[in-house]
């Protein structure tokens, strides 16, 4: 670790896959921290990700490693941020934190991409491995530092809530039309399906919005209880799961073993002026549009706001005559190349990715804990396995519940929504286990 306190901290970014890019891109506007080093199991790549970091000026003389233990004690390296896929959470973490315990390196702080674990056991071992290396932490939930929530909810609490009331209702979805990787459709890889994999986004948007500016969601709602519902529609029809089959080979049969590509839950709490409010959360994999769309409502007693992301900064038109390659150069998950396509002009910024890099390496360098930390993202883990719980077995969950060794069925394969006799929107209620 650098003990200069004028030196930027230096940022060492463990996965160099789809997400290290985003964030290396975001670096563009942040100062006082940068990437000093990378990682991945190929050298190959984490030399792509670190010459990236270098072409964007992000950092300078990046190294580049294979492994996780000699990045930690990469003596330029003072934060590591965790950006590998979910299975690996739990070990990855443990690598780090084996490191500092034992001696052989300090760290000033951690910071972990979502879902915190696949499971509310893994959530809370990576939570009690970091608590015990003596750690700062963050868990990296983008889309509560993303300008079009960050400035609304400012405007919705001070102009309105202050005057009329607390708000009542937040409705966040995301949607697009399938993961990038083949470990996220890997139900037991990741932890489930689309519900783990987005919802987590959904869920803590709602808790962000209903909850005032300077409060901790946590604090602020107490959950009462959820009801969901989670389904297969479209990766397991035949020509689409044969489609998965081809292009992501010795991924689970989704004729037969899906995991969810639809998930809603309704969240019913009490905020803390002991009013009933609502999160509804809805996301899917099944969306065919111009590429992902995050939209977001808040309603309250005098006002509401709503955001779509494919409102985009500006549309451009392609004709037909035009040869087209494929790209997400327009916004992430693309669909299209052609016609009337909205841009998003700096997706870093407009997902919260800058913001988020900004608010956690400015608190790491002054030795203070972030807002957004592991015990938020081990308290969204508790609120969606009680979703999977809900719909998995068809009932209300209320709250508190025990859901410390619960395991979805998704995540088990043993979710079979399209061979059970009603046809399955809800999952294998005899092998729910809570
Ligand atoms: N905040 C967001 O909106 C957002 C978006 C995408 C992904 N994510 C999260 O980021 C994490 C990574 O996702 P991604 O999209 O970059 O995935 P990816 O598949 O694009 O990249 C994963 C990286 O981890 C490496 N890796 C794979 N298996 C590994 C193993 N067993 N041990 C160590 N490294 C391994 C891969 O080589 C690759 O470099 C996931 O937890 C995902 O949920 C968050």
Same mark, same amino acid.
């Given at each position: ?6 030196? /930027? ?101 951690? +910071? ?7 499971? #509310?056991?893994?959530?809370?071992? =990576? ?26 909810? !400012? ?5 309105? +809530?202050?005057?009329?009331?607390? /708000?009542? #209702? ?34 803590? %948007? ?6 005032? /500016? ?26 689409? %799961? ?19 590509? &639809? ?11 002991? !009013?009933?409010?609502? =999160? ?45 390659? !494929? ?22 910024? +407009?997902?919260? &990715?800058? +913001? ?22 081990? %308290? ?50 005899? !092998?729910?286990?809570?």
């Amino acid at each position: 670790m650098n003990t200069s306190p004028s030196a /930027p901290l230096g940022i060492g970014i463990i996965g160099s896959g789809f997400i290290a890019h985003f964030h290396v891109r975001s670096w563009q506007a942040i100062r006082g921290s940068d990437i000093v080093a990378t990682q991945s199991r190929s050298m190959e790549r984490a030399r792509e990700l670190a010459s990236y970091a270098e072409e964007l000026r992000v950092g300078n003389e990046v190294t580049p490693y294979e492994d996780i233990a000699s990045l930690v004690r990469d003596e330029r390296v003072d934060a590591v941020w965790v950006l590998t896929p979910n299975h690996t959470r739990v070990d990855v973490v443990r690598a780090i934190c084996e490191e500092i315990t034992a001696g052989r390196a300090t760290l000033r702080g951690i +910071a972990v991409e979502k879902p915190l674990g696949r499971n #509310l056991a893994e959530a809370r071992q =990576v939570a009690e491995l970091v608590r015990g290396a003596g750690l700062l932490h963050a868990y990296l939930e983008n889309q509560v530092y993303a300008p079009r929530l960050t400035r609304t909810r !400012e405007l919705m609490w001070a102009r309105g +809530a202050s005057r009329s009331g607390t /708000p009542y #209702l937040a409705r966040c979805t995301e949607e697009h039309s399938g993961p990038h990787s083949a470990w996220f459709w890997d139900g037991e890889a990741q932890g489930g399906g689309v519900l783990n994999d987005l919802m987590c986004h959904s869920l803590e %948007a709602g808790r962000f919005l209903l909850t005032p /500016p300077g409060h901790d969601p946590s604090q602020w709602l107490r959950p009462v209880s959820v009801t969901a519902t989670i389904a297969s529609l479209r990766w397991g029809r035949e020509h689409y %799961a044969a489609r998965l089959a081809r292009t992501h080979p010795g991924v689970q049969d989704y004729r037969t073993t899906p995991s969810e590509d &639809y998930a809603n839950a309704t969240y019913t709490f009490v905020n803390g002026d002991g !009013e009933p409010v609502i =999160v509804e959360a809805m996301t899917s994999w099944g969306y065919v549009g111009a590429g992902m769309r995050l939209s977001f409502e808040l309603l309250g007693p005098e006002y509401s706001m709503s955001a779509n992301s494919l409102s985009g900064d500006a549309t451009v038109f392609f004709s037909r005559d035009l040869d087209q390659t !494929e790209g997400e150069d327009m916004l992430e998950k693309q669909n299209a190349e052609q016609g009337l396509m909205p841009v998003i002009a700096d997706e870093p910024a +407009a997902y919260g &990715y800058t +913001a988020e890099n900004t608010h956690v390496s400015r608190m790491f360098t002054e030795g203070k804990q972030p807002d957004e930390s592991l015990d938020s993202g081990v %308290a969204v883990t508790e609120l969606l396995m009680a979703a999977y719980y809900a719909a998995e077995t068809g009932t209300v969950v209320h709250f508190p519940t025990d859901l410390s060794d619960y395991v979805p069925a998704v995540a088990r394969r043993a979710w079979h929504p399209r061979t059970t006799p009603e046809g399955g929107s809800t999952g294998d209620r005899n !092998e729910a286990q809570a």
